[in-house]
C-alpha cells in the first residue's frame, strides 16, 4: 500500500505586474465606455434646461415687478391718507398761530397790597391792569407770581380795552423793593412776562 504524499502550498498573493501605461489605458477606456453611456441622455437634459431657465428668470422677474407695484400702491395709499390728517392739523395750528400773532396782551400797571385792601381777608394781593393792544379779542387765561400760577376764569378784553385782574396771594408775601415777576398767558398762547418792584 502506497502512502500518499500531501504536498500543501499556499498562495497569500497573486501580483501582476502590468505597466503603468497599459493600466492608464484600460482604465481610460472602462470610463470612456462608462461616459458614453450617459453623455447622450445628459445632454438632452442641458438642452430642456436651458429653455426653462430662460423661462424662470421672466418669470422672477415679472414676479418682482408685481411684489413692487403692489408695494408702492399701498405705500401710496397709506402715505394719502396720513399726510391729510398731518395737513389738517397743521392747518389748525397756523391759523391759530396766526390769530396768535394778531395778539398782543400789555400789562399796564400792577398794585400790590397789604391788610385790608385784599379780597376775602387775606393778607396780601395783587391788582394788575392788562390792555388789548392787538387787532382782535384776546381772553386771559392764566396769570404767573414769580412762578406760581393763580388761574381763575377771566372774561375777554376787546380791542384797546383794559381789564383789572385781582387775585388774593396764598401763601406767598414780598416786602417793600423787592423785584416780582409777573406773566401772563392768553388762551391762544401768547404770553408777556414783566418785572415789577412791590
Same mark, same amino acid.
Given at each position: 500500500m502506497s502512502v500518499p504524499v500531501h504536498t500543501s502550498r499556499v498562495v497569500l498573493f497573486q501580483i501582476t505586474w502590468l505597466p503603468i501605461q497599459t493600466r492608464?489605458?484600460?482604465?481610460t477606456g472602462e470610463r470612456e465606455k462608462r461616459?458614453?453611456? +450617459?453623455?447622450?441622455?445628459?445632454?438632452?437634459?442641458?438642452?430642456?434646461?436651458?429653455? #426653462?431657465?430662460?423661462?424662470?428668470?421672466?418669470?422672477? !422677474?415679472?414676479?418682482?415687478?408685481?411684489?413692487?407695484?403692489?408695494?408702492?400702491?399701498?405705500?401710496?395709499?397709506?402715505?394719502?391718507?396720513? +399726510?391729510?390728517?398731518?395737513?389738517?392739523?397743521?392747518?389748525?395750528w397756523f391759523s391759530s #398761530?396766526?390769530?396768535?400773532?394778531?395778539?398782543?396782551? !400789555?400789562?399796564?400797571?400792577?398794585?400790590?397790597?397789604s391788610g385790608g385792601n385784599c379780597p376775602g381777608g387775606y393778607p396780601y394781593c395783587v391788582t394788575l391792569y392788562v390792555r388789548n393792544v392787538g387787532t382782535i379779542p384776546i381772553t386771559i387765561s392764566s396769570i404767573y407770581l414769580n412762578q406760581t400760577l393763580y388761574s381763575q376764569s377771566y372774561p375777554p378784553i376787546l380791542v384797546n380795552g383794559v381789564q383789572q385782574f385781582q387775585f388774593p396771594l396764598i401763601g406767598q408775601s414780598w416786602l417793600k423793593g423787592d423785584l416780582q415777576t409777573i406773566t401772563v398767558a392768553t388762551s391762544r398762547g401768547t404770553t408777556v412776562q414783566t418785572t415789577w418792584v412791590s
Open positions: 492608464a489605458s484600460v482604465m461616459l458614453t453611456k +450617459f453623455r447622450l441622455p445628459k445632454k438632452r437634459v442641458n438642452n430642456g434646461r436651458r429653455s #426653462r431657465l430662460g423661462i424662470s428668470t421672466i418669470m422672477a !422677474n415679472l414676479l418682482m415687478l408685481i411684489i413692487v407695484v403692489t408695494l408702492s400702491s399701498l405705500l401710496f395709499t397709506w402715505s394719502v391718507s396720513s +399726510f391729510s390728517g398731518y395737513q389738517s392739523g397743521a392747518g389748525f #398761530r396766526s390769530n396768535a400773532n394778531q395778539e398782543r396782551p !400789555n400789562v399796564e400797571n400792577v398794585f400790590f397790597s
